[in-house]
């Protein structure tokens, strides 16, 4: 059984530049998540599906962030044009009901 | 709203002594209360969940964390501290109906002393 898995682990982009997180949730979890976490804090909920259908978004989540997931599967995480302040650790869950998520390993973004 | 308070951002034991990492949780509806463990560079993992029944939940590494509704606390322990129990540890908290919900600490860094 594999677990939630994220790409890149790590970007570094100049500012003002677009990036796109992938996350594959594992099979049949039908809820993924997104969280932001900065160093020294715990994660911060950005948003929220349920299949194919996002349910709930954070008020952190600028309008510089898009979240998909086409299909009920896989989900990408957009962020345009980039600020200094978008770095952070990007994380990607997922949950099969009601109690604990599963987390995956986390991108790492570094805006210069 | 929920919101879990965890006191102490940073904890240091010697290896071998007790482990106890503090977190009290604000909820208007009975919660569903979590410890997760992050090491450095790597995303969370569940250690224990309370959902219902038995107060005293056990986890994975030896660690157990108790309910208690009258103090509203999910204190996370560990009898003997081992060396590879050092990472950051998250108490989180989320309603029973919707756990897109969940709210997380600020984080307790657990040092472990040889």
């Known amino acids: 059984d594999t677990g939630v898995s994220q790409d890149p682990r790590h970007k570094i982009t100049k500012r003002g530049q677009n990036v796109t997180f992938r996350c594959d949730p594992i099979?049949?979890?039908?809820?993924l998540y997104w969280y932001r976490q900065t160093l020294g804090q715990g994660p911060e909920f950005l948003t929220y599906f349920q299949n194919e259908a996002q349910l709930e978004k954070s008020r952190l989540l600028s309008d510089r962030f898009s979240a998909e997931r086409p299909k009920g599967s896989f989900s990408t995480l957009e962020i345009q044009r980039t600020e200094q302040g978008d770095s952070a650790m990007y994380l990607c869950a997922s949950s099969p009901g009601q109690t604990e998520i599963y987390f995956g390993e986390g991108s790492w973004l570094t805006v210069v | 709203a929920q919101s879990v308070t965890q006191l102490g951002s940073h904890v240091s034991v010697s290896e071998g002594a007790l482990v106890l990492l503090r977190c009290n949780y604000s909820?208007?509806?009975?919660?569903?209360l979590f410890w997760y463990v992050q090491y450095p560079n790597q995303g969370l993992q569940l250690l224990l969940k309370?959902?219902?029944?038995?107060?005293l939940v056990k986890g994975i590494n030896g660690f157990e964390a108790e309910f208690k509704k009258s103090e509203t606390s999910f204190h996370l322990t560990k009898p003997s501290a081992h060396m590879s129990d050092a990472a950051e540890y998250f108490c989180a908290v989320s309603d029973r109906v919707n756990n897109n919900d969940m709210r997380f600490g600020a984080g307790t860094r657990l040092t472990v002393k040889p």
């Open positions: 099979s049949e979890h039908n809820r």
């Open positions: 309370y959902t219902t029944g038995a107060t």
């Open positions: 909820s208007s509806v009975p919660p569903y």
